[in-house]
């Protein structure tokens, strides 16, 4: 088990790739915080994990919010003696020109998707630096690195979260703890399934290996980031995306 005895949280644990991810830490030996604004889907995702014997607590978390997030971050030391794993999961997305983006929907986008990894990651690092060490690893994204038509502000949140990890990364790494992110591609999940078959299929074509990402394979990207496994990786954006930005 290569996360054998470590503690993790999962923010936007409930379902899609952090649902994934929460499955998988458990089923390599951690003990998983699966945090998430939906209480609903949170709690059953952490309860099925530990009907199947597994060490796993539900904590609602606004990533958006100061006070919510140290409270997140002091549930999981409170519960499980402290915290090894920050998986900084939780975004959302829009398609919209910036002259029809309103100031709110860019607002919401950024809190969510940049100062919500800002929050995760300060009060894990305060966290990590009290243990001295630690890992985090961020959802970045493919297009925090390319542009993409009237993609606005998730393109630039992403952007952001991409070289916050950089920063991060090489702020740190002396310190014993280990910042990096994964930038998927288009990932098969209930947002890529809602879209019209055309729609989807444009998607598919963009990505050379002819398919949609699994969540399942950016879980295991995480994994190797969080592991031991990626001892002498730091600052990395890690492409997960079926050669979509190689070509």
């Known amino acids: 088990m290569k996360l054998l005895g470590r503690v993790a949280i999962v923010t936007g644990g409930a379902k899609g790739i952090g649902k994934c991810v929460c499955q998988l830490f458990a089923e390599e030996g951690a003990a998983v915080v699966v945090a998430d604004l939906d209480v609903e889907t949170g709690q059953m995702a952490a309860d099925e994990l530990a009907a199947n014997g597994h060490k796993a607590a539900f904590v609602k978390v606004d990533v958006t919010k100061e006070e919510s997030v140290k409270g997140l971050v002091k549930a999981a030391v409170d519960t499980f003696g402290k915290l090894d794993i920050m998986i900084a999961n939780a975004g959302i997305a829009e398609t919209i020109p910036i002259h029809n983006l309103s100031l709110e929907t860019w607002n919401r986008t950024i809190d969510v998707n940049l100062t919500g990894v800002f929050l995760t990651n300060k009060y894990a ?77 444009e998607l598919i074509r963009l990505h050379p290996i002819g398919r949609l990402g699994q969540p399942e394979e950016i879980a295991k990207a995480i994994l190797f980031l969080a592991s031991d496994d990626s001892s002498f990786v730091c600052g990395a954006n890690l492409m997960v995306d079926g050669g979509f930005t190689a070509q």
Request: glycine letters at 12%.
């Open 125 to 201: 690092i305060e966290q990590m630096l009290f243990q001295g060490y630690g890992v985090i690893v961020n959802t970045a994204s493919m297009l925090g690195h390319i542009g993409r038509n009237e993609v606005t502000s998730y393109t630039a949140s992403k952007g952001g979260v991409a070289n916050l990890t950089r920063t991060l990364g090489v702020t740190y790494a002396s310190k014993g703890i280990r910042v990096n992110a994964v930038c998927p591609g288009y990932i098969d999940t209930d947002l890529i399934r809602n879209k019209s078959p055309e729609a989807k299929e």
